[in-house]
């Protein structure tokens, strides 16, 4: 590891190339090198913790979101009405699959202070690093931990307990997610089939696709009690139904 | 292994375009307060710019003193008070001159910029001309040519925060793409007259607006190739933009202010620590112009005497120990040398085999810093020199 | 653009392919370079890598890094042709080795790398000095660090330990302490 480097720990509001490419590259970890199907990159979770919809408090942290259109060139296009139309999708098909467990979500309430402010900033930070580290070290098998003996067991902390009582809370629920489709021009390109063979040969050459994790922290601990990567390349979530799907399959598993 | 090196402010600069061939479209200045419709490339592009902006925003590198920010700010109102309720001021803390406009309002100012600009009437013109940018809606021309190329390089990725060389590398980088992404001659003509013109209604000297790009190419001139300047990369002066500027500013009859004093009571507390920057660039070259420059511009002799004397410590070619003992005494000798003058002497002295002056200078140290964090070192060193 | 992505990819991949973190058998020393240290918990120590590096919870999160830099060397262990990255140099004294150290970081992306506390110490049983400091990823998420070195025989030794200052850095911070003083020669 380079001395000296920041980790790349990108809050989770800004773009997440990196991460994407973390994705697939572990998604190809074991050194294959195709993906064709949607499927979910499994679900870690601490055994002992199961919500009770009736009586649990989960806040919905804010939820890190970016739509974008690959364009023949390759360009990644940002859209913004694409954007606003899957974070209010996502948003609420995470709220009404919830609730048809039993389970109303509260929403994040910016707190008041500036000390707080930094506070809940410093932690969302932290759990950008702690997600990516998961990804890294729990999600890949090459990558594993002996310490931590196969066990996803990382935290926030005790400062979660801070969030947690603003916010009148016992756990929230981080959403990450990236998304892209691409033009009908670049579904020409592709059929030409120009591309150069590199390792993004295989990323690039997608129609689109999309990268995200879901993660339930514990606020009384900070722990982080269960956690879900989701990388397909099916599915459009700027439409109603089709981002409940991925909302479905981003939650499985969910410990309700 | 891994190196993981990008620093996130590096991503703002992409705002770019290839160099147009194609003339401009005629595209109608932003008008206050205007935000574009969603459904626009416009809007996605200050969608990313505002994503960009939050993490910008709470960036370890962003210089959040209230009274800074309030000072830049104030310039900003007085170049254009319509505008400027729509402009975010973001000062990021890195050595290299740039400022810029993010088309949805967010306004970058580098300290390298406030290091280099002399008075308040050169923060003006380079401000306005940034506005320039921003009220000509520039980025979104470049945006919208350049997407229409199918052999374009991917520009918008503001995601630099990506495996990258380290910051040397990155920036040479981003020079070399920003140079191929300049800004047009046209738009940088236009952004000249919007910037000069803004600053002379506002009331500042007209004579000042060449003299910052005087300056830049003077000290790029020095630092040569290996040191690309980012700004000028993307913003390349050229002989008639200069000519054009000098001649508007002869011109003009009106006296106009400076701006001098308001100017140094606003960045005079972070002078050294933008010093202290500037010199771990190791521009030998480039640094030396720019402190000969500061000098002129007033700049407290002891610490321009001082950073002199680091430079050569810093380089610590043969001879160059020599060097920085005599600029070092230099700044003792001049108003403003600061603390860590009498340190950096002790070390050149104990290094140079001269014990007794070691030992003068470590204490002078800890007399004039009694509570530097260091001081139990120091403390050892002057044990050790006994 | 791409060819970054390419490269960072290729990168993951090959450290995905290569296997082998052990962890560390806690009360027994090991071997780090010149002398061996004896850790008090179980780290994760990487076997394939040029410099040791261990961690408990991920490298992002807290990291113990053992380094040895000779004369004109980076942090990293490379020579720099360029003269453009910080280097070590056999006659450095301590306050200068903490601004070579302090200098690689900014130089790497992290803002506000403020040292304090610089004093003597002792590197097992040779004459050293540590200093502590803190920082920001360019994120701004807020990290501690901690640096004990010597310079011997014109090669500088450190060990650096850093984390996050929410939860990563304090968790092992007492044990780092403990390592420290384990160290022998």
Redesign the interface.
């Known amino acids: 590891?380079?001395?000296?480097?920041?980790?790349?720990?990108?809050?989770h509001?800004?773009?997440?190339?990196?991460l994407a490419?973390?994705i697939?590259?572990?998604a190809?970890?074991g050194?294959t090198t195709t993906l064709t199907e949607s499927h979910t990159g499994g679900t870690g979770t601490n055994e002992s913790i199961k919500l009770d919809a009736a009586n649990s408090r989960v806040v919905l942290m804010p939820i890190d979101i970016?739509v974008t259109e690959l364009?023949?060139?390759?360009?990644?296009?940002?859209?913004?009405?694409w954007?606003?139309a899957a974070r209010n999708n996502v948003t609420a098909a995470l709220n009404t699959t919830m609730a048809e467990h039993g389970l109303t979500l509260r929403q994040y309430k910016k707190p008041k202070g500036a000390k707080r402010v930094r506070r809940d900033?410093?932690?969302e930070?932290?759990h950008?690093?702690?997600g990516?580290?998961i990804l890294?070290?729990h999600y890949?098998q090459?990558?594993?931990?002996?310490?931590k003996q196969g066990q996803m067991d990382?935290?926030?902390?005790?400062?979660a307990r801070q969030l947690g009582n603003d916010q009148n809370a016992e756990f929230a629920l981080f959403v990450f997610m990236r998304d892209s489709y691409a033009t009908s021009g670049r579904k020409a390109a592709m059929v030409a089939s120009t591309i150069v063979g590199?390792?993004?040969g295989t990323?690039?050459a997608k129609a689109g696709e999309r990268i995200g994790f879901a993660s339930l922290v514990d606020l009384r601990n900070?722990n982080v009690v269960w956690f879900n990567v989701l990388y397909s390349d099916t599915g459009d979530i700027r439409q109603t139904e089709p981002a409940r799907e991925v909302v479905d399959d981003l939650i499985s598993g969910f410990p309700i | 292994m891994i190196g993981m090196r990008a620093p996130a402010f590096a991503a703002v600069l992409l705002l770019a375009g290839a160099c147009t061939t194609t003339p401009p479209e005629p595209i109608a200045d932003l008008k206050p307060g205007e935000r574009p419709a969603l459904g626009t490339d416009e809007a996605g592009l200050w969608m990313q710019m505002d994503a960009v902006e939050e993490s910008l925003s709470t960036s370890g590198r962003i210089v959040t003193d209230p009274a800074l920010n309030a000072y830049v700010r104030t310039v900003t109102c007085r170049l254009s008070a319509e505008y400027c309720k729509d402009m975010r001021l973001y000062i990021v803390q890195t050595p290299h001159f740039n400022a810029s406009m993010a088309p949805n309002g967010t306004m970058q100012v580098w300290t390298g910029t406030l290091l280099r600009v002399q008075n308040e009437a050169q923060l003006a013109y380079v401000l306005g001309h940034e506005m320039g940018h921003y009220i000509r809606r520039h980025s979104v021309q470049r945006w919208r040519s350049i997407r229409n190329k199918t052999d374009s390089m991917a520009f918008f990725t503001v995601t630099t925060r990506m495996a990258g060389l380290g910051f040397m590398g990155d920036l040479a980088d981003m020079a070399a793409m920003a140079s191929v992404m300049a800004f047009s001659r046209d738009h940088e003509r236009e952004s000249d007259d919007i910037g000069f013109d803004l600053m002379v209604q506002a009331g500042y000297a007209a004579g000042e607006a060449p003299k910052i790009w005087v300056a830049l190419e003077e000290e790029r001139k020095a630092a040569g190739a290996e040191n690309p300047s980012l700004f000028l990369s993307s913003h390349p002066p050229t002989e008639e933009r200069l000519a054009t500027l000098q001649a508007r500013a002869s011109a003009h009859t009106g006296k106009g202010k400076f701006g001098n004093k308001s100017f140094v009571t606003a960045v005079r507390r972070y002078r050294t620590d933008w010093l202290r920057d500037e010199v771990r660039k190791r521009d030998f070259e480039g640094t030396k112009v720019l402190l000969a420059n500061l000098q002129k511009a007033g700049y407290p002799a002891g610490e321009i005497h001082f950073f002199e004397g680091e430079l050569y410590r810093l380089r610590g070619d043969d001879g160059d120990i020599k060097l920085a003992i005599s600029a070092y005494r230099k700044a003792l000798g001049s108003k403003g040398a600061p603390a860590e003058t009498h340190r950096a002497l002790g070390v050149m002295y104990w290094k140079s085999d001269q014990p007794k002056q070691a030992r003068k200078s470590f204490r002078a140290y800890l007399a004039a810093a009694p509570k530097a964090e260091d001081r139990a070192m120091i403390k050892s060193y002057i044990q050790q020199l006994k | 653009m791409t060819r970054k992505f390419a490269a960072l990819a290729i990168l993951l991949l090959a450290t995905a392919c290569v296997p082998s973190i052990v962890a560390t058998p806690p009360q027994e020393p090991i071997q780090v370079g010149f002398y061996s240290v004896t850790p008090q918990v179980e780290w994760n120590r990487p076997m394939m890598t040029a410099s040791e590096i261990w961690t408990v919870d991920g490298y992002a999160l807290q990291s113990l890094r053992f380094l040895d830099v000779a004369d004109g060397q980076t942090l990293s262990g490379r020579e720099d042709p360029d003269d453009k990255a910080p280097v070590f140099r056999r006659t450095m004294l301590p306050n200068e080795i903490q601004e070579f150290i302090v200098e690689t970081l900014a130089a790497g992306g992290w803002a506000n790398v403020k040292p304090k506390g610089l004093k003597p110490a002792k590197f097992g049983g040779l004459p050293g000095f540590r200093f502590a400091f803190g920082m920001l990823s360019d994120d701004g998420l807020e990290y501690d660090g901690v640096v004990l070195g010597t310079v011997r025989e014109d090669t500088l030794h450190i060990i650096m330990y850093m984390g996050t200052r929410l939860h990563y850095y304090p968790k092992y911070a007492k044990d780092v302490e403990k390592l420290f003083k384990s160290i022998r020669t």
Do not use: Y
């Open positions: 590891m380079s001395i000296g480097t920041p980790p790349r720990a990108s809050r509001r800004s773009s997440f190339h990196g490419i973390l697939a590259a572990l190809l970890a050194c970016r364009t023949a060139a390759g360009l990644e296009e940002p859209k913004a009405d954007t606003e900033d410093q932690l930070k932290l950008s690093t702690v990516g580290t890294v070290h890949s090459m990558n594993r931990l002996p310490t990382w935290t926030l902390g005790r400062t590199s390792i993004l990323r690039v900070g």
